[in-house]
Structure formats: structure tokens, C-alpha cells
């Protein structure tokens, strides 16, 4: 079965830095797509950035990039800039036939 | 209007009781989930549906039940609720393609007294 990992359950970073955070998955899959949901205290899930796996090119989405690397299996969240606004819990997804979420990263800023 | 919509917004039950969590979208998307989320353990998927006469079963469907009244709606049913179903509840949708992700409802906090 599909298995997405957040390896840093808790992260912090000072406001205007950047800060990346991971997430690697385990498939047998060749065609796929990976996600970023944002969570903050509102508690609604916001779709953050969006990467297909037969596209090697980087997705960006203004101050959010992913760093995706297929036969590693790993598929980073960088946010650069950092803002209050960024504080959240982030979740990374992965869906091939099946949508499978990782546990989340909890991110402070700091100001 | 939102996308998805959940009622109630947060709920205080008592062990036993039946509680029913509403899930209705203006999306047009045929396909209807409801997701536990729980600290440290991520979003767990209870069931799903990809038309009105689909239902099925995810990895913790145990004590929950879920009718598909239409299209639109979705709704999740706790026939005896327990304690440890104290948890953070969303509904979400997504077209056939699914690879746009997911829409999210704003999420049921569900307290079981």
C-alpha cells in the first residue's frame, strides 16, 4: 500500500526566512499526482500547490515550490518569505488511485 | 456560499447517542468522502462514494454509517457514539479525475461525552 511520510511533525521559522519541509512516499505507481493542503486555525483545508509526477519541472505557486524528485520518492514544501499567515499544520497527499495523507507538519512563524 | 458545506460546525455528544454530520456541495463533483482527523494520525478515510448508488468502505469504518441522499449530499451517521470518536470530521469532493485533489468542507469538531 501507498504510504506518504512527514518526517517533522513540529517546525518553526523566523518571518521573511525560508523554510522547507519534507515529505516522502512509497508507490509502485508511474503516474501519479502529489499535494500540499495548508490547515491553519480555521481549520480548512487549503489546497496549497499541486504536482503532476510525469512533469519534472518544479511546481510553484507564488512563494510556495516544491522540490520533487521522482525516483527518490521525495516531494518537499519550500516557502520562502515566510509570513504570520503561513503559521499552519501542512499536509502532504499523494493520489494515484487512492488519495493517502501524511500525519502533517505544524509550522511556526516566528515574528 | 461555500463549496462544501458541513453542519453542524461543532458538536457536544453523549456516549450512546445517535448524531448524524451533514455534507452538501455546489461542486457538480460525483464523488463524496468523509475523513477522521485525529493529532498525529493525519486524515483517515471512513467512507466514500462515487455516485448516489455507491458506497464503500474505508480504512475505519467501523461504527460510522453514511447515506447519499443526492448528488450534493453526503451525510455521515454515528449509530452509538463513543468517546474515542472524539474528532476533527471533514467532508470533501473531487471530480472523476481526481487530480485537482480534493474540496474540503470546514470540518465537524465532534466532542463524545
Known amino acids: 500500500a501507498q504510504t506518504v511520510t512527514q518526517s517533522q511533525p513540529e517546525m518553526s521559522v523566523q518571518e521573511a526566512e525560508t523554510v522547507t519541509l519534507s515529505c516522502t512516499y512509497d508507490t509502485s505507481e508511474s503516474d501519479y499526482y502529489l499535494f500540499w493542503y495548508k490547515q491553519p486555525p480555521s481549520r480548512q483545508m487549503i489546497l496549497v500547490i499541486r504536482?503532476?509526477?510525469?512533469?519534472?519541472q518544479n511546481a510553484t505557486e507564488n512563494r510556495f515550490s516544491v522540490n520533487f524528485q521522482k525516483a527518490a520518492k521525495s516531494f518537499s514544501l519550500k516557502i520562502s518569505d515566510s509570513q504570520l499567515g503561513d503559521a499552519a499544520m501542512y499536509f502532504c497527499a499523494y493520489y494515484g488511485n487512492q488519495f493517502y495523507f501524511g500525519t502533517g507538519t505544524s509550522l511556526t512563524v516566528i515574528p | 456560499d461555500a463549496d462544501v458545506t458541513q453542519t453542524p460546525r461543532n458538536r457536544i455528544t453523549k456516549t450512546g447517542k445517535r448524531i448524524m454530520l451533514e455534507c452538501s456541495q455546489t461542486?457538480?463533483?460525483?464523488?463524496m468522502y468523509w475523513y477522521r482527523q485525529d493529532p498525529g494520525l493525519g486524515l483517515r478515510l471512513i467512507y466514500y462514494?462515487?455516485?448516489?448508488?455507491?458506497?464503500n468502505k474505508g480504512e475505519i469504518s467501523d461504527g460510522y454509517s453514511v447515506s447519499r441522499q443526492a448528488q450534493a449530499k453526503f451525510s455521515l451517521s454515528l449509530e452509538s457514539a463513543i468517546p474515542n470518536q472524539t474528532a476533527l470530521y471533514f467532508c470533501?469532493?473531487?471530480?472523476?479525475?481526481?487530480?485537482?485533489?480534493?474540496?474540503f468542507g470546514s470540518g465537524t469538531r465532534l466532542t463524545v461525552v
Open positions: 470533501a469532493t473531487s471530480d472523476f479525475h481526481n487530480n485537482y485533489g480534493y474540496t
Open positions: 461542486k457538480g463533483h460525483d464523488r
Open positions: 462514494s462515487f455516485d448516489v448508488k455507491d458506497i
Open positions: 504536482q503532476e509526477a510525469y512533469k519534472q
